[in-house]
């Protein structure tokens, strides 16, 4: 089975300054892994994922995550935060295969102050 | 570009009434899957299909039940409502694991 672990359900920066969301994952095969970011009352739109290739993968909106096999890791960082960064963000993972399910972490809601 | 429909986008219901909660996945994506968000959580899977048959099963009450159907669209069918079903419920469809999950803006059910 797999799993995802987000370290701190809550995180505050201030605008201008370094994003970093923790995202861990558990897998007993190499794993499909995914950020979603869901703004209040809204669906959940796909930041960015990492399937295969390189380990570095940028998505949306300047988020960049790397997959680091050896830490089990896979942060999402954004050099500079605006206002409009303000959100929850889950960290997914799935597992190779057809119709395979994405299990998601419990989130960590993202402020970002002036 | 076409994205994953749902309908309807809010529904109130009575304790003990049903619902039907309807999924229209991207063309041509042949995998549904099902979510249920409480307030303040995280989505939890439910329940997904490939091809028109059931692929995974989780946390689904016996009081809920889903198909695909052979346009491919889903529906999530939920009886004997209780308080504690109110939540966002999201769908999702894709056409290979790793392509990516599209998910659906999600229904709303309020159960009073």
């Known amino acids: 089975a797999q799993s995802v672990t987000q370290l701190g359900s809550h995180v505050s920066v201030s605008e201008g300054a370094l994003v970093l969301l923790r995202c861990n994952y558990s897998?007993?095969?190499?794993?499909?892994l995914f950020w979603y970011v869901q703004y209040p009352n809204q669906g959940l739109q796909l930041l960015l994922k990492?399937?295969?290739?390189?380990?570095l993968v940028k998505g949306i909106n300047g988020f960049e995550a790397e997959f680091k096999k050896s830490e089990t890791s896979f942060h999402l960082t954004k050099p500079s935060a605006h206002m409009s960064d303000a959100a929850e963000y889950f960290c997914a993972v799935t597992l190779t295969g057809t119709a395979s399910k994405l299990t998601f972490g419990t989130g960590t809601r993202l402020q970002v102050t002036l | 570009a076409a994205g994953v429909i749902q309908s309807p986008r809010h529904l109130i219901k009575e304790k003990r009434e049903t619902a039907t909660l309807k999924c229209y996945p991207i063309?041509?994506?042949?995998?549904v899957y099902w979510y249920q968000q409480g307030p303040g959580q995280d989505p939890q899977f439910l329940i997904s299909?490939?091809?028109?048959?059931?692929?995974d099963k989780g946390s689904i009450p016996d009081r809920f039940s889903a198909q695909q159907f052979s346009d491919y669209h889903s529906e999530l069918n939920m009886s004997s409502l209780e308080l504690g079903d109110s939540a966002l419920y999201f769908c999702a469809s894709s056409w290979a694991s790793g392509a990516g999950y599209t998910f659906g803006s999600g229904t709303r059910l309020t159960v009073v």
């Open positions: 063309p041509r994506h042949d995998t």
């Open positions: 990492y399937t295969t290739g390189a380990t």
């Open positions: 897998s007993s095969v190499p794993p499909y």
């Open positions: 299909f490939y091809e028109k048959m059931q692929s």
